[in-house]
């Protein structure tokens, strides 16, 4: 059997992987920022429309990856991406990011996503913390303003999930094809509570404080079932539960995400109360959602008691993050158990040890990855790379480092 080290070395050499591999293949010299599409192949689509989710991701990993290795052609990177997010995704009309443009950079769909307003804040941030660029500042300002302002329901609190380019109410809510047409979801939540959170680390008024323990409140009140310690996904306006599944990805994605914004605002009432609803969070992940092959699986359809044991190369990189976290926090072995056979996975079915970065979806049954993109409108270096970073942090947390 093939070993493979989870260790602050191996991953610190795997984040450097990454962020070459990104390099090294998705800068669009043609027409400027970076390709919409790299195939399962390495083939660069040139005609790829490009979207937010990807670019903001994009910005914001070369932003951090620049403070975490102090190096010059990251910082060089992260530019690139802040220049082009500015140019092609910024209102300057309406204020705010609309969701995507052609290969050469004309609107193809200009709705104003929550989510997506909501990464632009986090990669707004980072940058700002790697730059000192005010124009940075005034832009995650501006956008959390502007989501205050629109996308905040301030009868049944937490937030809409989409509007026209012009903020009106539009019918189609869907962040994906995949997705319930619901005006409230975890999902956008979730990464709502990482912007602010990355905001009130930059920016620390009262009125993001207000916002960011608001989201906090959202989730202990209405998006975690405490019953069962999984997240409901899908809302009405008035957070009656229209969830059809659970996501394992997403319930350890937020076990650690919650603690973060939690250290963030730094208050020993709001550490009481959220330190054992996260960790349940990690404990009931870890004890259900483990497949044959120690994956983390990626769903499970309630109604029909369906488990689905694909492995999306996302879930996994949260899992490594949560579950770390959750050793760092109790210093139980189980977790740490469960983060190298994690890691083991990983390396066995998703990484791609001949052209580089992370199949999106593998299964170990029959050792074969479905051809999806390694570059796209949701493929950016944001979950493995940021993965990487954070465990490295954790090592060092815990003394491993």
Same mark, same amino acid.
């Given at each position: ?5 989870? $260790?602050? =070395? ?38 790829? #429309?490009?979207?937010?989710?990807? #670019? ?20 060089? /990177? ?30 193809? @769909? ?51 999930? /989409? ?23 975890? @999902? ?40 069962? #310690? ?35 605002? $730094? ?19 870890? #004890? ?76 170990? $049954?029959? @050792? ?11 493929? /950016?270096?944001?979950?493995?790379? =940021? ?15």
């Amino acid at each position: 059997m093939e070993i493979f080290a989870f $260790d602050s =070395r191996a991953i610190s050499t795997e984040l450097d992987n990454i962020g070459q591999w990104w390099l090294d293949n998705t800068a669009d010299e043609k027409e400027g920022g970076f390709v919409g599409e790299i195939d399962f192949f390495g083939k660069v689509i040139p005609d790829a #429309n490009k979207g937010i989710i990807q #670019n903001s991701r994009i910005l914001w990993f070369y932003s951090e990856k620049a403070l975490f290795s102090g190096k010059e052609k990251y910082k060089e /990177a992260a530019k690139r991406a802040f220049d082009y997010l500015l140019t092609y995704f910024d209102d300057k009309e309406f204020g705010g990011a609309i969701w995507e443009v052609s290969a050469t950079g004309e609107q193809v @769909n200009g709705k104003k996503q929550t989510y997506a307003q909501s990464f632009c804040i986090y990669a707004f941030s980072a940058y700002y913390k790697l730059t000192g660029d005010e124009t940075a500042l005034e832009k995650a300002k501006q956008y959390f303003e502007l989501t205050e302002k629109h996308a905040r329901d301030y009868i049944h609190g937490g937030y809409i999930e /989409a509007y026209t380019k012009q903020w009106q109410v539009i019918e189609d809510l869907r962040l994906s094809d995949k997705d319930l047409n619901a005006p409230k979801s975890m @999902n956008t939540h979730l990464h709502v509570l990482e912007a602010y959170s990355a905001l009130y680390a930059i920016l620390p008024t009262a009125e993001v404080k207000e916002a960011l323990i608001h989201v906090l409140d959202i989730f202990e009140q209405h998006i975690i079932n405490q019953e069962n #310690n999984h997240l409901r996904l899908f809302f009405d306006l008035q957070w009656n539960d229209q969830s059809l599944t659970l996501s394992y990805g997403h319930d350890i994605e937020a076990s650690w995400l919650i603690w973060e914004a939690v250290e963030i605002l $730094d208050d020993e009432a709001i550490y009481a109360k959220f330190k054992p609803i996260i960790l349940a969070l990690a404990d009931t992940c870890l #004890n259900e959602s483990i497949g044959k092959h120690k994956q983390v699986c990626d769903e499970y359809e309630i109604a029909d008691n369906i488990r689905h044991e694909e492995s999306h190369w996302w879930v996994q990189a949260e899992a490594l993050v949560g579950f770390l976290n959750a050793y760092y926090l109790t210093n139980e072995r189980r977790y740490l158990d469960s983060c190298i056979e994690i890691w083991f996975f990983i390396q066995r079915y998703h990484k791609d040890h001949f052209e580089g970065e992370w199949h999106w979806i593998s299964s170990a $049954d029959n @050792n074969e990855h479905n051809p999806q993109y390694k570059v796209g409108f949701w493929k /950016a270096p944001y979950h493995n790379g =940021r993965a990487m970073m954070e465990v490295v942090r954790l090592f060092k947390a815990i003394g491993k480092g």
